[in-house]
């Protein structure tokens, strides 16, 4: 699969499957997605906070169909990403589930969240910033996030969804929001905010990453 057409399956799966807020057959809809109570927290060998909840974890970075030469992906927001962060971007930390995970010729780890205004499904990959701007480049804008380069993508495509991606040593990060009943509702246009819940999201990736 070459780059363009993945970055076509990531922001599809990742920005309008993930936005959904279905449920798989094992997950049930307000169960454990929905629980009061935070994940379990441990520490990472440098110290950092993860979320260790299974349901939670991210599946094996190497597999028949990873393709060697690519950088691991270190970042997984749905285990690096706090609760008092998701709370800053206007979401709900319950909400917070796994989405669509993909692990082959390129890795994205998959996040989603939901929100009174806003859905957003953040994807972690490693496809290399080159290949995201030739994919990208007709409808996107370049600025930067807390310093850290990056792109405002409004993919024809996905007309209800606008991204914030941002680029890290491994490839890049994905924002993927679209708005909720209640955001649409409330007047709030496609990119409305978007930019704002990335700042906020963005040092979560961490300086080294």
């Known amino acids: 699969m070459n780059p363009r057409n993945l970055l076509a399956v990531v922001a599809a799966t990742g920005a309008l499957v993930g936005l959904t807020a279905c449920s798989t057959p094992d997950e049930p809809s307000g169960t454990a997605s929905a629980t009061s109570e935070s994940p379990v927290v441990a520490e990472t060998s440098s110290a950092r906070p993860t979320l260790t909840?299974?349901?939670l974890q991210p599946p094996p970075l190497e597999n028949?169909?990873?393709t060697q030469g690519r950088?691991?992906?270190?970042?997984?927001?749905?285990?690096?990403?706090?609760?008092?962060?998701?709370?800053?971007?206007?979401?709900?930390p319950a909400t917070r589930r796994r989405g669509k995970d993909i692990v082959a010729e390129y890795t994205f780890l998959t996040c989603d969240f939901e929100g009174d205004l806003r859905e957003l499904s953040i994807n972690s990959?490693?496809?290399?910033?080159?290949?995201?701007?030739?994919?990208?480049?007709?409808?996107s804008e370049p600025l930067t996030v807390n310093g850290r380069e990056a792109l405002l993508v409004q993919d024809p495509t996905l007309k209800s969804v606008c991204s914030i991606h941002v680029r890290t040593k491994a490839g890049?990060?994905?924002?993927?929001?679209?708005?909720?009943?209640?955001?649409s509702m409330a007047g709030l246009q496609r990119c409305d905010g978007v930019l704002e819940i990335a700042t906020v999201l963005e040092p979560e990736i961490g300086a080294e990453n």
């Open 125 to 139: 990959g490693n496809v290399t910033w080159e290949e995201d701007q030739q994919k990208n480049g007709a409808h």
């Open 64 to 66: 028949e169909y990873t």
């Open 71 to 92: 950088p691991e992906v270190v970042f997984d927001p749905c285990t690096w990403i706090s609760d008092e962060a998701v709370s800053e971007a206007g979401l709900d």
């Open 172 to 183: 890049l990060v994905m924002f993927s929001s679209s708005r909720t009943d209640e955001g």
């Open 53 to 55: 909840e299974s349901r």
